[in-house]
């Protein structure tokens, strides 16, 4: 949170002091209603204000396919966004040039932009922010109430079980916090780019209606209640449906660029030449950062194209990448966005963003490796 924020949030903040200090009276923890205004401010809290040279950056089309036009065995529709970072020297204190390159027609799935369980991480980082604003750490209880089953968890267990082994309940309770009708505005007011991304449906749809009861489209969303060490809030049942349905014809949609570029502002938020990221502190983000880890213990699957890179960078196993995969056998689609330093020069940081039409996870395999044997050639 930046100091005009800060500053913002404590000249108001007597608004709500009758309210909190009501309700302190009270036996047992606090609850504090949130007002309609502090909504809105937690909403759309910014992070740093360093401009970015992400959005700005033109992307080359030309020759990341001339590159690998020699791989052998790739998909004929291999679709990859290549984003190289410089940092100004081995501190990583900040970035001075951002180069991109890209293969195939830079779409999803042509039509669709669907990429499974890749987008994931996006509800997960909005939400963290959210519950930050108002005070809230990982260890924050979230109980979602009104559905069938009404569930109560750690937001750093929902937001690893989602991010890890994948869970689709996790990622459905995490949209259903952030609200599909929210999200993206919330991700087109960071100033980045991000105006591709609609989350609108839930995930595993039978499950999510038969055994937890909630609805496909998050009309309604629980009534959701947050409590950690006496201190509790809550956010009433509201109309959740996307306001952007009518762009998206499945639960979700999205981009390359928006995937790519996403990753980068919350790997590198506040670095100045990024831009505007999350502004997510320490706590949360050692939540994200080892959710998303090639590291991960419950990350049992989905090391594809991650691998491939490896091994065409001639890194050991102790080499940690952070990615986000994504797959439908039924579609079919392969997906998935990696960030990761370049092993053989420490000023270095590459975000991978690739997507195969294929059934088979060893076609992301080969283009990832056939993407980290020409690195050396994007510099």
């Known amino acids: 949170m930046n100091f005009l924020t800060l500053a913002l949030l404590i000249s108001l903040s007597g608004h709500a002091s009758a309210q909190v200090r009501a309700s302190s009276d009270c036996a047992g923890p606090s609850v504090f209603r949130t007002p309609d205004w502090m909504s809105e401010l937690f909403r759309f809290l910014p992070g740093s204000n360093n401009a970015s040279l992400l959005p700005e950056a033109a992307i080359d089309t030309e020759r990341l396919p001339a590159l690998t036009a020699s791989c052998r065995g790739l998909h004929a529709e291999s679709q990859a966004l290549v984003t190289r970072i410089q940092f100004q020297d081995e501190t990583r204190s900040e970035v001075i040039s951002v180069s991109r390159y890209q293969m195939g027609n830079g779409q999803l799935n042509s039509s669709s932009r669907y990429a499974a369980s890749a987008v994931k991480f996006l509800p997960a980082v909005l939400m963290a922010q959210s519950l930050q604003a108002q005070g809230f750490s990982p260890n924050v209880e979230l109980s979602f109430e009104g559905y069938r089953n009404s569930t109560s968890l750690r937001a750093a267990t929902l937001i690893e079980q989602a991010l890890s082994p994948s869970d689709n309940r996790a990622y459905n309770h995490m949209l259903a916090f ?114 998303l880890s090639s590291a991960n213990p419950l990350r049992r699957r989905g090391h594809d194209m991650v691998q491939g890179l490896r091994d065409a960078l001639g890194a050991d196993a102790t080499m940690e990448f952070w990615s986000k995969p994504g797959y439908v056998d039924t579609l079919p689609t392969v997906s998935d966005t990696a960030f990761f330093y370049d092993p053989r020069d420490r000023r270095v940081a590459w975000a991978v963003t690739a997507q195969i039409p294929s059934a088979d996870r060893n076609d992301i395999a080969r283009l990832g490796a056939c993407l980290g044997g020409v690195f050396g050639q994007l510099e």
């Open 178 to 291: 952030v609200s599909p009708r929210d999200l993206t505005a919330r991700l087109q007011a960071l100033g980045l780019g991000l105006d591709a991304t609609v989350l609108r449906r839930a995930y595993y749809r039978d499950d999510w209606l038969n055994e937890v009861g909630g609805t496909a489209d998050f009309d309604p969303l629980p009534a959701i209640r947050m409590n950690e060490a006496g201190r509790a809030s809550q956010i009433p049942a509201r109309s959740g449906t996307s306001m952007d349905a009518a762009a998206c014809g499945m639960s979700s949609c999205t981009s390359l660029e928006d995937l790519n570029t996403a990753l980068i502002a919350i790997l590198l938020q506040d670095v100045p030449g990024v831009g505007q990221g999350f502004g997510l502190n320490d706590d949360w983000m050692r939540v994200i950062r080892s959710s």
